[in-house]
């Protein structure tokens, strides 16, 4: 029998009938729709049609209508509620009895998925935050649910809720339960929402109270849906008032007596830990004299305070796998290592390892400007693990907290922590709009009515951060900022909970400071972020596989959750809401940052600039794989500590090479020796330094694992630290090819000068010819004793002293030529050296 042959009969009216219906008047087939809700969607309610004489050949498709009592027999029942629970969607079943499979696309899985198990069921498909919002939106819409009903809906949340322990109680204005649900997931796990005509149950022991009402669901007074943790409710005008109030008080009592034996599982079922955080403060050192600038001894001081220096040895078994996991030339640049591991005694110390003495209940403590569902402000309170400081010789160091979650196992609260956690400087201040049509200059801060932080802290910052350790809390709250002294000589200006965590006036306040260390910030108003979290319901949502079109793709290849969820783009990025609103960036950009080699078995990591997250399952779930948790914490760690410390040498190389560069700029071919021989050294001082770094350092692989090789590439990668390689390689070389032209032209210069010196001596030792020629002559016997009687009186004094007036001028100008041209030579071998 054709498709022509149906009449179609629609049930009560949500978002998912909508859809039916556009279907079915796209097809062009019959259906008949009165409106109907769910108290009154029934067969019952088309009996008149069953009776018209050219309808006695048609097929009558009822979708989610009750009494099936009433059926005529020319009939099909789509429907999936009470005793047909289990079913897919009526949506769904739709789509197989037209044999339309394509229509099935991913805006009406969403529809279909919230039909049968609400906001769960479209998380678990993987749908954003935005979709299921929309959906729900939609359909409260296609349910009737007016403006006037949200505001309604919220006035009894506020007014008519009382709670009985974990389990909420409403009483509704009107019989529009939907947008009251929808407000109360994520912060109710049960409630009970009615009326004096009907009441509803949505929650996990939905079961529970589906025993109660046994008799009730055989005569369709009671109606139910949404799976385990879904809904059952008492049909509108089935029930008097008396009844519904009895049965709300029968509801309370079974639950409030399972409810201490429910808090006993969970207390037991608790987590040992929900995750973990690292935060590294990356930051580059020098000491004010020249002299000394980068020597680790002025770290000495710090031992004499809380700090102590701790070198690495392989006492713990722990200690082995992270060491056992590196090359050997890498561990030289990872570890201050004890004398028994030192393999290369000529390897000079390379770097300072400093760990902080803390008691054990020492926490690490956040305060957001937000409040929580109590109207209070929210706070999280971390256990401190150890805090360490890592010194290297070339003038950059990492100053790193480790910190344990055993309280917050929300997913929210993880976005939260991660953060708002690491922030460490005010990234903007919250100005007045009237400058921006005005002209006038902004005049925020001026005065006190308007606060320019206010803003920045509900959104980017946090109210404050302090470290409650050995009895002393290290608090900053950022209020430096409200004063422009403190941030118009450096817009960054180092937090309390990290400057006092040193002795007094070891960091440097002003350039001026003798003995102090400046600091400078790597990154900018934010510390790096390594983080684990287990939670099993949210990997397993995120491994789920789409296997169709889906908007937020450009294909209609299958994929994973993760590559579109929220959670995932925020947890990755270190964000608390989703910052890239193109979806198709969105998708390659999470593709690219994931790296998901073990997805099936629950785990994912991420990659960005700023973060290395790793998500697994829970903590108890794990199994003997808990030790992904330890690699985070010691492997992966040192791994991105070391790639932070290339980035911050990187650095480090391109402040000294843009400093190089201008004094190039403004050197003159005149200028003095010593100008010239100054600018030289340190050009070629900087070239030794980077090929150091280049061989010592930077190194483009640190493990034989093949996991660690791809996670390694990815960090660097997200730091764009082969580029970055390459373009300081570049301007490096320009530089000492400069030094290279300098020394040639000079050298050459000096080669002009010999050759000058050397024809001066030429023309001195010409004219010496001349008195030598004399005082040969002189000398000789050549002629006879009678042969001066030619003369009369032969004048001999009078030569004599002709020769004296002349040879010692004439020596005198053949010494100063000669110093003269030995200094010329030491010189041009200096050059050439």
């Not at 006092?500 to 350039?511: R, S, V």
């Amino acid at each position: 029998m054709g498709k022509n042959n149906y009449i179609f009969l629609l049930g009560g009216s949500d978002l998912e009938m909508t859809e039916i219906k556009r279907i079915l008047k796209r097809r062009k087939l019959s259906f008949e729709d009165r409106n109907l809700t769910w108290g009154n969607a029934s067969w019952e309610a088309y009996q008149d049609l069953y009776e018209f004489p050219e309808d006695r050949n048609k097929i009558f498709v009822g979708i989610e209508l009750q009494d099936k009592d009433s059926r005529p027999q020319n009939s099909i029942d789509i429907d999936h509620h009470g005793e047909l629970e289990g079913r897919n969607s009526a949506l769904e079943q739709l789509i197989d009895l037209l044999e339309i499979p394509e229509s099935f696309t991913w805006r009406r899985q969403l529809i279909a998925a919230n039909d049968t198990g609400y906001i769960p069921a479209m998380q678990k498909l993987g749908a954003s935050k935005e979709e299921i919002e929309k959906i729900r939106r939609l359909d409260r819409k296609a349910q009737g649910v007016s403006e006037q009903d949200e505001k309604l809906a919220e006035k009894a949340i506020r007014e008519n809720c009382t709670s009985y322990g974990g389990l909420k109680l409403i009483r509704a204005f009107n019989d529009k339960f939907s947008p009251i649900t929808d407000r109360l997931f994520g912060h109710s796990k049960q409630h009970i929402i009615y009326t004096e005509n009907e009441l509803t149950y949505f929650g996990k022991n939905r079961d529970k109270v589906a025993n109660l009402f046994q008799e009730e669901l055989e005569s369709e007074r009671v109606y139910l849906g949404g799976g385990t943790s879904g809904y059952i409710g008492l049909i509108n005008g089935q029930w008097s008032e008396e009844e519904i109030l009895s049965a709300r008080d029968e509801i309370i009592e079974l639950l409030t007596e399972e409810k201490s034996q429910e808090e006993e599982k969970e207390t037991t079922l608790k987590e040992e830990i929900y995750s973990h955080h690292i935060f590294l403060f990356p930051f580059k050192w020098r000491v004010n004299d020249d002299e000394s600038f980068f020597d680790l001894s002025h770290f000495n001081s710090l031992c004499s305070g809380k700090w102590e220096s701790s070198k690495f040895n392989l006492e713990g078994l722990d200690r082995f796998n992270e060491y056992n996991y590196f090359y050997e030339h890498v561990r030289e640049m990872l570890y201050e290592k004890e004398e028994s591991l030192v393999a290369n005694e000529s390897v000079s110390q390379f770097m300072r390892h400093f760990e902080y003495k803390i008691n054990t209940d020492s926490t690490y403590n956040v305060r957001l400007k937000k409040e929580g569902n109590d109207g209070k402000q929210i706070e999280y309170s971390l256990a401190i693990d150890t805090i360490i400081l890592n010194v290297y010789k070339m003038g950059t160091a990492v100053l790193s907290f480790h910190l344990r979650n055993h309280e917050y196992s929300n997913p929210e609260d993880i976005l939260n922590i991660n953060m708002y956690g690491r922030r460490v400087a005010v990234p903007f201040f919250d100005l007045k709009p009237v400058s921006i049509y005005s002209g006038v200059p902004d005049q925020s801060g001026e005065d006190n009515e308007h606060d320019i932080l206010k803003g920045t802290k509900l959104g980017e910052i946090p109210d404050a951060i302090w470290l409650n350790i050995d009895n002393r809390i290290l608090c900053d709250d950022f209020s430096s900022y409200r004063e422009k002294e403190n941030y118009q000589k450096n817009p960054f200006i180092l937090p309390s909970f990290i400057k006092n965590l040193f002795p007094k006036d070891f960091i440097a306040d002003q350039k001026s400071s003798k003995d102090s260390i400046t600091i400078s910030h790597v990154l900018d108003d934010r510390m790096h972020v390594i983080s684990w979290f287990g939670h099993t319901k949210t990997v397993n949502e995120l491994k789920v596989i789409k296997r169709d079109y889906s908007n937020d793709r450009k294909t209609d290849q299958p994929f994973y959750a993760f590559e579109t969820a929220d959670f995932w783009q925020n947890y990755v990025f270190v964000d608390t809401g989703v910052m890239q609103t193109n979806r198709f960036i969105r998708h390659t950009q999470l593709e690219a940052k994931t790296y998901s080699r073990f997805i099936e078995y629950g785990t994912l990591y991420g990659v960005s600039r700023y973060s290395f997250v790793m998500l697994t399952k829970n903590f108890s779930d794990l199994g003997n794989f808990n030790y992904l948790v330890r690699h985070l914490q010691s492997m992966y760690y040192k791994m991105v500590e070391l790639c932070l410390l290339q980035r911050a040498t990187i650095l480090q190389f391109s402040d000294e090479t843009a400093l190089l560069a201008q004094k190039v700029l403004t050197y003159h071919k005149d200028h003095d020796t010593a100008h010239t021989n100054s600018l030289s050294d340190r050009i070629t001082e900087l070239y030794r330094r980077y090929i150091f770094f280049v061989n010592r350092i930077y190194f483009r692989e640190v493990t034989t694992q093949e996991q660690g090789i791809e996670l390694y590439d990815m960090i660097q990668k997200s730091m764009r630290l082969p580029q970055e390689v390459k373009n300081l390689d570049e301007e490096i070389r320009e530089l000492n090819a400069f030094v290279e032209m300098e020394n040639s032209r000079r050298s050459a210069k000096e080669q002009e000068k010999l050759a000058k010196d050397g024809h001066r001596l030429t023309i001195i030792a010409t004219a010496f010819l001349i008195p030598t020629l004399i005082a040969g002559i002189a000398g000789m016997n050549t002629f006879p004793p009678l042969a001066w009687k030619i003369t009369e009186t032969p004048n001999m004094p009078l030569v004599y002293s002709a020769i004296a007036a002349v040879v010692p001028g004439l020596l005198f100008l053949l010494v100063r030529w000669i110093v003269k041209l030995i200094l010329r030579r030491k010189k041009f071998k200096k050059i050439k050296k």
